[in-house]
Nanobody
């Protein structure tokens, strides 16, 4: 599967953005999809994940502000980001996996990655 992340940009603190992860080559509903982010000088960190059954899990830092969802008809996973903070500034990546039992909150749990989209939150 090939993944294309988009929707990043520059937004003021308190604002919103919606990121998209569009898939081609395979049906994305057959994959667990996660969002990760990487700020300058930091390791890539887990943000959110949606399973095959559409169950979701979030990092504590984004819980209540971010929502991950699927649109199987569009073969796309979204990350709605509200109440953005300056600390949310990072390159955001989507990733996909078919591996049952692979750690969903670790980069090691994913074999397919999109190219990343920059999110910059100004304070």
């Amino acid at each position: 599967v090939q993944l294309q992340a988009s929707g990043g940009g520059l937004v003021q603190a308190g604002g919103s953005l919606r990121l998209s992860c569009a898939a081609s080559g395979r049906t994305l509903s057959n994959y667990r999809v996660g969002w990760f982010r990487q700020a300058p000088g930091k390791e890539r960190e887990f943000v959110a994940v949606i399973s095959w059954s559409a169950s979701t899990y979030y990092a504590d830092s984004v819980k209540g502000r971010f929502t991950i969802s699927r649109d199987n008809a569009k073969n796309t996973v979204y990350l709605q980001m509200n109440s953005l903070k300056s600390e949310d500034t990072a390159v955001y990546y989507c990733a996909a996996s078919t591996r049952i039992g692979a750690p969903p909150r670790s980069t090691n749990g994913y074999g397919y990655w999109g190219q990343g989209t920059q999110v910059t939150v100004s304070s």
